[in-house]
């Protein structure tokens, strides 16, 4: 079991910048295949933001966030991190980590359902 930890949120204004991050709340004892970033405005459905494979393939973005947002992280210590710039009030929402065990099976890593442990969700607000 995976349990996963997201900080770094908070209030900023339209333009700003703010970076959360997600890691592991004790030793993870499975072989963590990558990690993304997911998150849920109110009324809407969760939706991806990016993921990054620790196997070494390119980072992935939501078109939406592409050139904005960039994550990065310590696949030693399945820490995973989301650097936003140049938010916008609709990119307010909670944001989730989520991290995928490694098994032998093609993945896109951008669909919520291949993801098997995720955080609580850290709160981002963007105000206009």
């Known amino acids: 079991q995976v349990q996963l930890v997201e900080s770094g949120g908070g209030l900023v204004q339209a333009g700003g910048s703010l970076r959360v991050s997600c890691a592991p709340s004790?030793?993870?004892?499975?072989?963590?295949?990558?990690m993304g970033w997911f998150r849920q405005a109110p009324g809407k459905e969760r939706e991806f933001v990016a993921a990054?494979?620790?196997?070494?393939?390119?980072?992935i973005y939501a078109d939406s966030v592409k050139g904005r947002f960039t994550i990065s992280g310590e696949n030693a210590k399945n820490t995973v991190y989301l650097q936003m710039n140049s938010l916008k009030p609709e990119d307010t929402a909670v944001y989730y980590c989520?991290?995928?065990?490694?098994?032998?099976?093609?993945?896109?890593?951008?669909?919520?359902?291949?993801?098997?442990?995720w955080g609580q969700g850290t709160q981002v607000t963007v105000s206009s």
């Open positions: 990054i494979p620790w196997s070494g393939g390119n980072t």
């Open positions: 989520a991290a995928r065990y490694y098994r032998n099976i093609r993945a896109r890593y951008s669909q919520a359902y291949e993801y098997d442990y």
């Open positions: 004790g030793r993870t004892f499975i072989v963590v295949d990558a």
